[in-house]
């Protein structure tokens, strides 16, 4: 696998909300969700309850490609970047929704109050803007490329 530029790393390493995106008969649909990275194996986790709009959609279709984007927000035009991710979503299960808990859990140990559904977001494409570059500078990392 193609290593992914440490600034995209460091930039998701800032952030813990990203939107995810998914789509279910022609109709598009978003939702906000907390996040943590798994580095190895290139995983953002996130929580969200089988009978939300996102993910019952998602299973009813049986789609489960979806997309994100994180963002900072900022009014300062050379200060702007952000993440637009697309990927495979799954239902963490075994060993790897075991590691997930854990990392999840030690961010935001508020979750131990709830029940958490685990699902995982494999990025296959990464762009992100970063001004600071140079006005619309673009770092874009491809899954097998």
Known sequence: MIPIDQ???EFIA?????TLAVSSDDR???ATCFYIYLQEPNLFVFTSEPDTKHISEMIRINNFYGSAAIALETKITGKIRGLQITGMIRKLKGEE?????KEFLKKFPVA???KLYLWGLEPEFIKMTDNRLGFGKKLIWKKNT
């Open 112 to 114: 131990y109050l709830s």
């Open 7 to 9: 600034r995209i790393i």
């Open 28 to 30: 598009p649909y978003c």
């Open 14 to 18: 800032e952030h813990h909300i990203l």
């Open 97 to 101: 929704l075991k590691i997930a808990k």
